[in-house]
């Protein structure tokens, strides 16, 4: 991966915005767009961006799931299916 051809001005992406979305669907590397030398914005593909929106939901219940588990907050396994069977009896 050579990250300079991943940074591009503000000005490149208004003169070449097809062949950059050209570029991200094919790599699958975003692409950082600057303004006056700053980074201000990232360009990514849709793939790309479902997937890391799928894994943020995932870090987050997984960090949820600790933090029950340090403040006690858990069942055995063997109240879960006793509930689950309890509600199940109920249908």
Not at 16 to 24: R, T
Not at 25 to 46: C, M, Y
Not at 55 to 74: H, I, M, P, S, Y
């Amino acid at each position: 991966m050579k990250i300079s051809t991943d940074i591009k001005p503000v000005s490149y992406l208004k003169l070449h915005s097809a062949d950059l979305l050209n570029q991200v669907n094919e790599t699958h590397r975003p692409v950082i767009i600057t303004q006056n030398g700053e980074p201000r914005a990232v360009l990514q593909d849709t793939d790309s961006y479902e997937n890391m929106r799928t894994a943020l939901g995932l870090l987050k219940l997984l960090a949820q799931a600790e933090n029950d588990v340090r403040q006690g907050n858990t069942v055995t396994q063997a109240q879960v299916f006793d509930n689950l069977a309890a509600i199940l009896a109920k249908q």
